[in-house]
């Protein structure tokens, strides 16, 4: 079935460092590829997202890459900040009927300064 | 834009209890949907509305669970006999663009004692 594979949490930097965080899925065809963030107290918001293969998706400074042949779509931010500090999800979709969002498990990140 | 309003945010009820969660989505927008968090887990999709239309609906959503949205406007999402298994975070989100760009309400959090 489709599924989607993050990193296990927490990961924990500092500001100002560099933020890799993994989704790889599994999926019958070509979905279109998200990531989302939770920060505390909120709801889910929709950082990025990228249609197809090699796309890239792009938001606040977080960039993702579709990657076909690997099948994954790392997060990925050149320098974070404290207010980054969040719960990130990636998750896939299809566009056609009978199709959910499908996430992923989650990965927190926590910032110190 | 007010967003995705969910009442009541935290609902703590005794086994075998019914509950209502009542969904307020933003206004021009004509998909809603309900997901079901559990906790160190991704949202996962119970059930999704098209204006006034249930179109789909999770194997998750047992036939304790039902949804409504009269009028195509709010929706609710009632639990009958409420198991400890139900507790989690229920979140309703709506949508008027592709089926992954959903805006996500606070979400409403059941405990089943």
């Known amino acids: 079935g489709n599924s989607v594979t993050q990193m296990e949490g927490p990961v924990t930097l500092s500001e100002e460092a560099f933020l890799t965080i993994n989704c790889t899925y599994t999926a019958t065809g070509y979905p279109s590829l998200f990531w989302y963030v939770q920060y505390p107290g909120e709801g889910l918001q929709l950082l990025l997202k990228?249609?197809?293969?090699?796309d890239k998706g792009s938001n606040k400074g977080f960039e993702a890459t579709y990657r076909k042949e690997t099948t994954s779509f790392h997060l990925e931010k050149g320098s974070v900040q404290v207010s980054d500090s969040a719960v990130y999800f990636c998750a896939l979709t299809f566009n056609q009927a009978g199709t959910a969002l499908i996430f992923g498990k989650g990965t927190t990140l926590s910032v110190s300064s | 834009d007010t967003g995705v309003s969910q009442n009541p945010r935290h609902k703590i009820t005794k086994r075998g209890q019914n509950v209502t969660f009542r969904c307020d989505p933003i206004?021009?927008?004509?998909?809603l949907y309900w997901y079901r968090q559990t906790l160190g887990q991704g949202p996962e999709f119970l059930t999704y509305?098209?204006?006034?239309?249930?179109?789909?609906k999770s194997r998750l959503l047992s036939d304790r669970f039902s949804a409504e949205r009269p009028k195509g406007s709010f929706s609710t999402l009632e639990i009958q006999r409420t198991e400890q298994g139900d507790s989690a975070m229920y979140l309703c989100?709506?949508?008027?663009?592709?089926?992954?760009?959903?805006?996500f309400g606070e979400g409403s959090r059941l405990t089943v004692l």
């Open positions: 509305f098209q204006n006034e239309a249930q179109l789909e």
């Open positions: 990228a249609t197809k293969a090699d």
């Open positions: 989100a709506s949508s008027s663009r592709g089926r992954g760009e959903l805006f």
């Open positions: 206004s021009e927008h004509n998909r």
